[in-house]
Nanobody, 114 residues
Framework: QVQLVESGGGLVQAGGSLRLSCAAS????????MGWYRQAPGKQRELVAT???????NYADSVKGRFTISRDNAKNTVYLQMNSLKPEDTAVYYC????????WGQGTQVTVSS
């Protein structure tokens, strides 16, 4: 059983910053990919960023240069530093971890006001 607990969402003005955290617990294979996805109202869930246990990162074009994903393998925790936020970044952000299976967090709301 794997559990993901997210924190750090909230309301911020355009141009501001937020930092999301996601702590994973349970039986997690040490070679895995952790990441963040988001879903805006009326839209499909989309990739934001992923990071492998070796540190390889991947970003959606829409967030490159503004968001930074990082992780602490000792704590099984992944972070998403979001800078220069835009109203179009408003969405529910979901943490994800993949190894043999795939697991999702409950989601955290990020709202960016103009």
């Amino acid at each position: 059983q794997v559990q993901l607990v997210e924190s750090g969402g909230g309301l911020v003005q355009a141009g501001g910053s937020l930092r999301l955290s996601c702590a994973a617990s349970g039986s997690i294979f040490r070679f895995n990919v952790m990441g963040w996805y988001r879903q805006a109202p009326g839209k499909q869930r989309e990739l934001v960023a992923t990071i492998s246990s070796g540190g390889t990162t991947n970003y959606a074009d829409s967030v490159k240069g503004r968001f930074t994903i990082s992780r602490d393998n000792a704590k099984n925790t992944v972070y998403l530093q979001m800078n220069s936020l835009k109203p179009e970044d408003t969405a529910v952000y979901y943490c994800n971890v993949r190894f043999v299976g795939e697991y999702w967090g409950q989601g955290t709301q990020v709202t960016v006001s103009s």
